[in-house]
């Protein structure tokens, strides 16, 4: 059954970017359960996949395309592999097991990364999988939640796995909650004396606006990183608040471009909130930062 599943690695470019497009995280997941794709069958082992790179996977829904052979999120993936440079600073909120904190210590070797993971269980894996990949000296993994303040909060997690956590119940009945620290970008950049942020990559499952209420000073300066974002309505909706409020408070701090990642080897520039509002994840930066970094790549911006 899994050589089955494997099978979608050889389906064209984008198909999988426009499933996730046009269904949803419980269908998808009703899917694999139904079809002989249960997570729970992912065995407890060691994983390394094409590009080197090691992962202590196991039986939660997060390794399943790390397992299957899939590959995790592979158009935003190889898009990243041709946007970063080697000496970028890089921020990712919501780190999870780290598959893109790993792969962004991989392509900025001459940079840093600071990775955010509140989740204690989940941030053991992250350590875990920093060492597996001899990258502990390269990135600095922080044990909080990044919110629009700094204190303590809930996070909530939930059986079906850990790309699920989340600042909010959303709706779901079935959980658990762990106290944890929280902070806002602004106040950790001041702490540490950063300067300097080329790169945000931000999915915290629904409270991604928060994370953006609590970088005023960071998205407001000249040099304001790339962002790419998770989108995702549903969440959202937990939080009270909806994708055209993401859109407007990245316009109020200048942001004037985004694209959708619409498969690994092209970019689709959102032109209205309505575009927008469609879309899963953006790629949001001001004036020609992605145009100059992907010129004369194999990527192409419609």
Same mark, same amino acid.
């Given at each position: 059954?899994?050589?089955?599943?494997? !099978?979608?690695?050889?389906?064209?470019?984008?198909?999988?970017?426009?499933?996730?497009?046009?269904?949803?995280?419980?269908?998808?997941?009703?899917?694999?359960?139904?079809?002989?794709?249960?997570?729970?069958?992912?065995?407890?082992?060691?994983?390394?996949?094409?590009?080197?790179?090691?992962?202590?996977?196991?039986?939660?829904?997060?390794?399943?395309?790390?397992?299957?052979?899939?590959?995790?999120?592979?158009?935003?993936?190889?898009?990243?592999?041709?946007?970063?440079?080697?000496?970028? &600073?890089?921020?990712?909120?919501?780190?999870?097991?780290?598959?893109?904190?790993?792969?962004?210590?991989?392509?900025?070797?001459?940079?840093?990364?600071?990775a955010f993971e509140p989740v204690p269980e989940t941030f053991? !894996?992250?350590?875990?999988?920093?060492?597996?990949?001899?990258?502990?000296?390269?990135?600095?993994?922080?044990?909080?939640?990044?919110?629009?303040?700094?204190?303590?909060?809930?996070?909530?997690?939930?059986?079906?796995?850990?790309?699920?956590?989340?600042?909010?119940?959303?709706?779901?009945?079935?959980?658990?909650?762990?106290?944890?620290?929280?902070?806002?970008?602004?106040?950790?950049?001041?702490?540490?004396?950063?300067?300097?942020?080329?790169?945000?990559?931000?999915?915290?499952?629904?409270?991604?606006?928060?994370?953006?209420?609590?970088?005023?000073?960071?998205?407001?300066?000249?040099?304001?990183?790339?962002?790419?974002?998770?989108?995702?309505?549903?969440?959202?909706?937990?939080?009270?608040?909806?994708?055209?409020?993401?859109?407007?408070?990245?316009?109020?701090?200048?942001?004037?471009?985004?694209?959708?990642?619409?498969?690994?080897?092209?970019?689709?520039?959102?032109?209205?909130?309505?575009?927008?509002?469609?879309?899963?994840?953006?790629? !949001? &930066?001001?004036?020609?930062?992605?145009?100059?970094?992907?010129?004369?790549?194999?990527?192409?911006?419609?």
């Amino acid at each position: 059954m899994k050589a089955l599943w494997s !099978c979608l690695k050889y389906f064209p470019p984008g198909f999988l970017t426009w499933i996730k497009r046009h269904s949803s995280p419980r269908l998808r997941l009703w899917i694999r359960e139904t079809f002989g794709g249960s997570y729970t069958s992912i065995p407890d082992v060691i994983h390394a996949v094409p590009d080197g790179r090691r992962f202590h996977i196991g039986p939660d829904l997060i390794y399943w395309p790390i397992y299957t052979g899939v590959g995790f999120e592979p158009e935003a993936t190889n898009v990243f592999r041709r946007l970063l440079r080697a000496d970028d &600073v890089i921020l990712d909120v919501g780190a999870n097991f780290g598959w893109y904190t790993t792969l962004f210590a991989q392509l900025a070797p001459s940079g840093r990364v600071y990775a955010f993971e509140p989740v204690p269980e989940t941030f053991g !894996c992250l350590l875990e999988t920093l060492a597996l990949n001899g990258m502990s000296g390269k990135v600095t993994a922080v044990q909080a939640a990044v919110s629009d303040a700094v204190g303590t909060c809930s996070i909530f997690t939930f059986e079906k796995g850990s790309a699920y956590s989340s600042l909010s119940s959303l709706g779901e009945k079935s959980y658990k909650t762990v106290e944890v620290p929280k902070t806002s970008l602004d106040k950790y950049l001041s702490d540490q004396g950063i300067s300097r942020v080329d790169f945000l990559k931000c999915d915290t499952e629904g409270s991604e606006f928060m994370a953006l209420q609590g970088a005023h000073e960071l998205l407001s300066a000249p040099g304001a990183p790339m962002i790419f974002i998770e989108l995702n309505e549903q969440t959202f909706h937990a939080f009270g608040y909806t994708k055209n409020d993401v859109w407007q408070i990245l316009r109020s701090h200048g942001y004037d471009r985004f694209y959708e990642i619409v498969s690994a080897y092209g970019l689709r520039q959102l032109l209205t909130p309505q575009s927008f509002g469609l879309a899963g994840y953006a790629l !949001c &930066v001001k004036g020609m930062a992605i145009v100059d970094r992907l010129a004369g790549t194999d990527i192409e911006i419609q």
